[in-house]
């Protein structure tokens, strides 16, 4: 019996020891082995990945993404081990382009994500847009989308630049041109960020690391050049990276996504994820309306009357009919 006693209470002093031991921190960088770590005091150090951690009904190829929020164990060489992963309140998630059956998290704990849109070098689509948008409306993560390299356009580029706007603009999303080379127009951002947490998305090339330089010079992250050939980006972030401003706040700059492929969405609810058609889904006919070839659609009323945009449209269709287990380009 007193045996039994003492191996209850070793054991129990020794669960009580390793939970004291374990500290909270934020994920900086995921890099697919190793994680950088800030701890709550400030200071950063590496971690592995206990094996067995899952994140349940998420099949990623990242289970620990930037943003997280983790409990660490420290090593006695400064190292640490995640343990557990904290209950993120939101995460963005794109189809994995390599692996069509699982996703990829870009970022998790976003406050607001900032999608930058450039008409030239490279050339931002309007589906790729929309598509960044559903997959934010779906984990409920606001956007603004930043027009940048306004510099760098001409006169007859200006007036598409204002129609793209106003498709954006007239449905709840707040849009902002900028030119992050120049550092025009981007002070607003400082007082955005401050305190948060967000993410900066976009294809290569559209200036994510230039504008977080102007946002905190100390940072001087790596930026690369325009591709020539291809008017494309060059990949300059391998992995997602948060960075912590002096001026307050955390961004995270997300690699250059060429396409984006949404995933685990429900096809069936898809037009919630359009504001201008969630709208309008109580005055169609029937309650179970796929707005497609139905009779009495509000939805593709409003499409004919102009009051939803052909190119939104396009998209929900796009989305609505394609095979979300194959690779999206």
Not at 25 to 49: C, D, M, P
Not at 82 to 108: C, D, F, G, M
Not at 151 to 170: A, F, T, W
Request: charged letters at 25%; hydrophobic letters at 35%; one cysteine or more.
């Amino acid at each position: 019996m007193r045996r039994c006693l003492f191996k209850f209470f070793s054991n129990f002093e020794r669960i009580i020891s390793n939970k004291i031991r374990l500290k909270k921190g934020k994920v900086l960088k995921s890099t697919g082995k190793w994680y950088l770590i800030e701890l709550e005091n400030g200071e950063t150090l590496q971690a592995g990945i206990r094996g067995r951690i899952r994140l349940k009904g998420i099949k990623s190829t990242n289970p620990v993404a930037a943003g997280d929020e983790v409990m660490i164990s420290e090593n006695e060489d400064g190292t640490g081990v995640i343990t557990e992963i904290l209950p993120r309140h939101n995460y963005i998630v794109r189809k994995s382009i390599n692996l069509s059956k699982q996703s990829h998290i870009l970022a998790a704990n976003v406050d607001r994500a900032y999608l930058l849109v450039t008409l030239v070098a490279p050339e931002t689509h309007l589906a790729f847009i929309d598509r960044f948008l559903v997959a934010a409306e779906a984990y409920r993560i606001p956007v603004t989308l930043l027009f940048n390299k306004m510099d760098l356009y001409m006169e007859e580029h200006l007036p598409l630049v204002d129609d793209i706007m106003e498709i954006y603009e007239e449905i709840g999303y707040p849009c902002k041109k900028i030119s992050a080379l120049n550092k025009t127009n981007v002070e607003f951002l400082r007082d955005d960020i401050k305190d948060k947490q967000v993410m900066i998305a976009g294809h290569s090339g559209t200036g994510k690391s230039t504008l977080i330089n102007a946002l905190d010079s100390t940072l001087d992250i790596k930026t690369a050049e325009i591709s020539i050939h291809h008017m494309q980006g060059q990949h300059t972030t391998t992995f997602a990276e948060m960075h912590k401003l002096k001026t307050g706040g955390y961004i995270i700059d997300t690699p250059g996504v060429k396409a984006f492929g949404v995933v685990d969405l429900d096809k069936k609810v898809m037009s919630h994820y359009f504001p201008e058609m969630r709208a309008l889904l109580n005055e169609c006919k029937f309650h179970n309306c796929q707005h497609l070839n139905e009779p009495d659609c509000a939805i593709k009323e409003a499409v004919e009357y102009g009051e939803i945009h052909p190119s939104r449209y396009n998209t929900y269709l796009d989305l609505i009919t394609e095979d979300q287990t194959q690779n999206y380009r």
